[in-house]
Nanobody
Framework: QVQVVESGGGLVQTGGSLRLSCVVSGSTFSNNAGAWYRQAPGKQRELVATVTSDGATHYPDSMKGRFSISRDNAKNTMYLQMSSLSPEDTAVYYC???????????WGKGTLVTVSS
């Protein structure tokens, strides 16, 4: 079974940056796509970014410019680089892998990002 473990969250001031990591196990990593999502308090979970097996990336319009998704096939790890953070970015960030596959990973525990004003 594909499993993911998110890390890298924490407390950061407005304007700061963070890099989140998603370590994937149980997947033929290089052949699969992944994504980052987030869920802010009292809001629905939303897509932040996706990366395909060949490295193509996609961001919803609301996420373009400050977020960058990447992957390291040698480390079975996916990343989310976040910059110019604001309190509105405060959320639990989740990753999923093996997107669009019957073996898609279950939701992990996520990693909490808190941006102070």
């Amino acid at each position: 079974q594909v499993q993911v473990v998110e890390s890298g969250g924490g407390l950061v001031q407005t304007g700061g940056s963070l890099r989140l990591s998603c370590v994937v196990s149980g997947s033929t990593f290089s052949n699969n796509a992944g994504a980052w999502y987030r869920q802010a308090p009292g809001k629905q979970r939303e897509l932040v970014a996706t990366v395909t097996s060949d490295g193509a990336t996609h961001y919803p319009d609301s996420m373009k410019g400050r977020f960058s998704i990447s992957r390291d096939n040698a480390k079975n790890t996916m990343y989310l680089q976040m910059s110019s953070l604001s309190p509105e970015d405060t959320a639990v960030y989740y990753c999923r892998f093996n997107l669009w596959s019957p073996t898609v990973s279950p939701w992990g525990k996520g990693t909490l990002v808190t941006v102070s004003s």
